[in-house]
């Protein structure tokens, strides 16, 4: 008995199908084998118009599965491919002709008896190539296009993350002179963070950002989309860092590590320090400074 939970032909998505099986590989061989063998100078105008268009829709599939990958605004790209393709292939036929031409008799010179069937041969294996490179660049892509769900996994969130936020949210209470207002929005926040998950890269003991999740069912702070105005500033290897959170859509949205452009030039080196060089751990709320952003700039808590 054949396992249920085998993937068919059928349930397999379009931008797997197609070309990328040995059917069409041969297909391809085939047909751009059968395209280089007639001879268009022992042709009619109307038949050799009729060739240029049969090798212009050979050359518009081929770019499609070309161009599947490629983002475009708002054209689909496998559409665009085929259109540019084919209109390259007729605008260019001239040129084909004449090096189409050039070869048999090249070939006939070399004492080719066969020149066209031997450039059908050709041909043929130039379309097997030309398939079986798509193939591989195909399987390329398909193994660099990860699902999220691969590279991140949901935990509860650090502890040391939970007392940065916590004390970042309640500084502002200490501060309200230096941002009014905030204390409601804290509240909210505070609450977000009891239900809140985590976020985080698979398989990393450390990173430098926490994403929050798992909050859709929670009440939004307003603006929605903020950085909170209370910074934690530490410095870990003589490189200084701060810890930022930010909201997204009135809610958590992540908390960061990254370099304290204030207190770093532009020419300075420690820009090229990899944080993660430097850092083993998330600092606790004793081993930061907290700091609030002001109309003047930042000033310590407290």
């Known amino acids: 008995m054949s396992d ?7 349930d397999t998505p379009p931008d797997r199908q197609g070309r990328f099986a040995p059917r069409t590989i041969a297909a391809s061989a085939l047909a751009l084998g059968a395209l280089s063998l007639p001879d268009q100078t022992r042709m009619s105008p109307g038949r050799r118009h009729l060739l240029r268009l049969a090798r212009s829709t050979y050359v518009g599939w081929y770019t499609a599965d ?48 066969r020149p ?7 041909g043929a294996g130039m379309g097997a190539l030309l398939a079986l490179d798509q193939q591989r660049q ?39 002179a230096a941002a009014p207002g905030l204390d409601g929005a804290a509240a909210i926040l505070g609450e977000q963070l009891e239900q809140a998950k985590a976020s985080v890269l698979r398989h990393e003991l450390m990173d430098t950002d926490v994403f929050f999740s ?70 606790t709320p004793h081993e930061v400074r907290l700091v609030v952003e002001t109309a003047e700039g930042y000033r310590p808590v407290g």
Do not use: C, K, N, Y
């Open 4 to 10: 249920p939970s085998a993937q068919s032909d059928l």
């Open 66 to 113: 070309m161009a599947r990958h490629t983002p475009l605004p708002s054209v689909p790209a496998p559409l665009f491919g085929a259109v540019a393709g084919a209109a390259a292939a007729l605008a260019t036929a001239p040129v084909d002709e004449a090096s189409d031409r050039w070869l048999a008799d090249r070939l006939g010179s070399w004492g080719v008896r």
């Open 116 to 122: 066209r069937l031997a450039m059908a041969l050709i």
């Open 138 to 176: 195909q399987s390329s892509q398909d193994q660099e296009l990860l699902d999220p769900e691969d590279l991140f996994e949901t935990v509860e969130v650090p502890e040391a993350a939970r007392a940065l936020v916590t004390a970042m949210l309640e500084a502002v209470v200490a501060e309200d």
């Open 214 to 283: 798992d909050l859709e069912d929670t009440t939004r702070v307003v603006p929605h989309a903020q950085t909170w105005p209370v910074r934690a500033h530490f410095e870990a290897g003589d490189v200084p860092m701060m810890v930022e959170l930010t909201i997204g859509d009135g809610r958590l949205g992540g908390l960061s590590i990254m370099h304290r452009d204030q207190d770093l030039g532009e020419d300075d080196p420690r820009w090229e320090v990899e944080l993660l060089e430097v850092l083993e751990t998330w600092p």
